[in-house]
């Protein structure tokens, strides 16, 4: 913005006023959308049932060694532990 004049700026920006319906129009318009993005493919329920039902039954095995038991990366594992089942995966 350094490069214009202010009188020029004034015409690139927006006033109050016109910022205020543009947000409003803008928020009208994502409300109905469904969310955006990709979706999660590795943290869905099954495979969060899955690692509880393993961390019950087994809960000294080594994140490595559970991740390919179940077929699941490493990384997918320590986030269904660590976020899903509120568990720390070093105090299991």
């Not at 202010?6 to 928020?27: G, H, S, V, W």
């Not at 329920?45 to 038991?69: G, K």
């Not at 997918?76 to 995966?89: H, Q």
Request: aromatic residues 8%; proline residues 7%.
């Amino acid at each position: 913005m350094d490069k214009y004049a202010p009188r020029e700026r004034a015409k690139i920006c927006l006033t109050k006023p016109q910022f205020n319906i543009y947000m409003r129009t803008f928020d009208n318009m994502t409300a109905d959308r469904p969310s955006s993005g990709r979706q999660w493919t590795s943290r869905n329920a099954a495979n969060v049932a899955l690692v509880r039902d393993s961390v019950a039954e087994s809960p000294e095995t080594s994140i490595r060694r559970r991740s390919s038991q179940l077929h699941i990366s490493p990384r997918s594992l320590r986030r269904i532990l660590k976020t899903n089942l509120e568990m720390f995966p070093y105090k299991m």
